[in-house]
């Protein structure tokens, strides 16, 4: 069983900056995917961005342009930075690891493993 963790949220203002990390119990390179899916309070969860194993990175409309998704080798962690935060993006952030295989009959079996998530609050 894959594990994630994510670490990096807290209290920042509006207009602020934060860098969310996610690690996982096996190489963050491995996964066809990787990506953030947050979930504002009485909201249901949304995407945020991801990455893909080859490292093309796609993002919601409302974060393109303030978010960046990166993964790095050496410390086998996913990040999320985030900047000009506002209150809209107070949330609880989760790490997504997606992982594809082609079974004995050449079907696709597909695993999807979360993050216990982590609080971002953006007020002042």
């Known amino acids: 069983q894959v594990q994630l963790v994510e670490s990096g949220g807290g209290l920042v203002q509006p207009g602020g900056s934060l860098t969310l990390s996610c690690t996982a119990s096996?190489?963050?390179?491995?996964?066809?995917?990787m990506a953030w899916y947050r979930q504002p309070p009485g909201a249901q969860r949304e995407f945020v961005a991801s990455?893909?194993?080859?490292?093309?990175?796609a993002y919601a409309d409302s974060v393109r342009g303030r978010f960046a998704i990166s993964k790095d080798r050496a410390e086998n962690t996913l990040y999320l930075q985030m900047i000009s935060l506002n209150s809209d993006d107070t949330a609880v952030y989760y790490c997504?690891?997606?992982?594809?295989?082609?079974?004995?009959?050449?079907?696709?079996?597909?695993?999807?493993?979360w993050g216990q998530g982590t609080l971002v609050t953006v007020s002042s």
């Open positions: 997504n690891a997606h992982e594809e295989y082609i079974g004995v009959e050449l079907e696709t079996i597909a695993y999807d493993y």
């Open positions: 096996k190489s963050v390179f491995s996964f066809n995917t």
């Open positions: 990455i893909t194993s080859g490292g093309t990175a």
